[in-house]
């Protein structure tokens, strides 16, 4: 056994962590472990140091005062936590956009200094797989409005934050395997690993009984199950699986004799005709290319100032682990359309607003109606978590009104973008950022208060 250094603890501290007194004990930083001598001091103050033979093996170079815990499950000392957020590359454009990744990652980075934990911002040309450290990039504010990303080498993290902004970036040879090779790390937890696929999310779902209610006819799209399902639908939304932002959705209306009239949603609105499903597979093909999609049942849905709608819901867990919705408001689609997302021309309204008008200003149909709405999002997010097997701490849950005021689930996805600007609450605004956060810090096996 090789022992390196010593760990210096009170006998209050001790007590405090409820652990066993051994000569050897094993320490852990991030991924790093290593057995060091115990020595214990007297004292009233709950604290320790490492001896900068042991500290220097761990990588603790970071000043920031860190937590404490006992593992009973590991026997092992744990000091951090240490939180990565991973990206696939840091983004240093010299004009600032709220709306970029880069605003995002900026918001993370400064919200996350008065935290009790160390995080830092890496990718995967960071990493230094040799030793299990990584040069992690810190925001450091010069002014009011500049500032400049530092770097520091640390262990690998207890846990990583996954914020890959974009399927394409996801898709990358050395994402993916950089992204293995870290969930194959012992100790390292790992949450919001990957873009949702719409087929394998349906198919989740509906095991739960309890959500077929909610979920709109769903298959994959082929020819056959086109046909089938234009007998007994009116209108169906064709969708790629892997989608994002609206790019790509069809909208195929029946028409008489079998014909379909439909609307293309790519870099602007497309409109055709087709005499039957055959032909609209066909005409459609330059859009779909040889990409999955998924064909499914159109809703009536209801409207606001003529104009169709959703339910966008941020959803997250929090610093104790449990689910909550950070995030409720409308997305109103431009007029015509059906597409509500905001990057094709939506607009946000607040929910009191839209589903006040809606139910009539009916307080008592409100209250039971955001009540269901809480708990489908419960439902969904522990279904999606149980059947996949993975760890998620937060989801953007698109969620549909019809015209009798039920609901209806339209798309799950795990990666929901967040604006840094926005013309509602500023701190509605930092929770939906603090929330992973916290979450990450709790996923560490830490406290959240300092």
Request: aromatic content about 10%.
């Amino acid at each position: 056994m090789n022992i390196i250094g010593q760990i210096y603890l009170t006998d209050a501290l001790i007590k405090k962590l409820d652990m066993p007194i051994s000569t050897v004990v094993k320490v852990r930083v991030g991924v790093r472990v290593a057995n060091s001598t115990l020595v214990i001091r007297n004292g009233r103050l709950s604290s320790y140091i490492l001896s900068p033979e042991l500290a220097d093996f761990l990588n603790l170079s970071s000043r920031k005062q860190l937590q404490i815990r006992y593992d009973h499950e590991n026997e092992t000392i744990h000091i951090g936590p240490f939180i990565g957020i991973f990206t696939s590359f840091l983004p240093n454009e010299p004009d600032f956009n709220a709306k970029s990744v880069q605003a995002e990652l900026i918001f993370l980075s400064n919200i996350s200094a008065n935290m009790p934990a160390q995080f830092y911002i890496f990718t995967p040309g960071s990493i230094n797989w040799a030793n299990m450290t990584v040069k992690g990039f810190i925001y450091r504010k010069l002014s009011r409005e500049q500032g400049i990303w530092v770097s520091s080498i640390f262990p690998l993290p207890d846990v990583v934050y996954d914020r890959i902004s974009t399927r394409r970036g996801e898709a990358q040879i050395r994402i993916k395997n950089t992204k293995k090779e870290l969930m194959n790390l012992s100790y390292l937890k790992y949450f919001n690993p990957s873009f949702l696929n719409k087929w394998r999310v349906h198919q989740l779902l509906i095991s739960n009984e309890s959500l077929i209610p909610y979920l709109p006819e769903t298959k994959l799209l082929n020819i056959t199950n086109l046909k089938d399902m234009m007998t007994r639908h009116g209108t169906l939304f064709l969708k790629p699986c892997n989608g994002s932002l609206g790019n790509g959705i069809i909208k195929a209306i029946s028409g008489q004799n079998g014909s379909l009239y439909y609307t293309v949603y790519k870099r602007g609105k497309h409109l055709g005709h087709a005499k039957n499903s055959a032909e609209l597979m066909r005409k459609t093909r330059f859009v779909r290319e040889d990409r999955p999609y998924i064909v499914q049942q159109g809703i009536d849905l209801a409207t606001y100032q003529k104009s169709s709608f959703d339910i966008r819901i941020i959803y997250q867990k929090n610093g104790e682990g449990e689910w909550q919705i950070s995030k409720k408001f409308i997305r109103v689609a431009p007029r015509g359309s059906s597409i509500s997302n905001l990057s094709r021309g939506g607009t946000a309204e607040t929910s009191k607003k839209v589903l006040g008008t809606l139910l009539n200003g009916n307080e008592e149909v409100i209250e039971t109606k955001n009540e269901e709405l809480k708990s489908l999002c419960q439902n969904v997010a522990v279904t999606l978590e149980t059947a996949s097997q993975k760890i998620y701490g937060e989801l953007g849950l698109d969620i549909g009104i019809d015209g009798d005021c039920n609901f209806w689930l339209i798309e799950v996805n795990s990666k929901p973008r967040k604006t840094t600007e926005t013309a509602m609450s500023k701190g509605i605004v930092r929770n939906t950022f603090r929330r992973p956060l916290q979450y990450a810090i709790h996923l560490a096996g830490f406290d959240n208060f300092k």
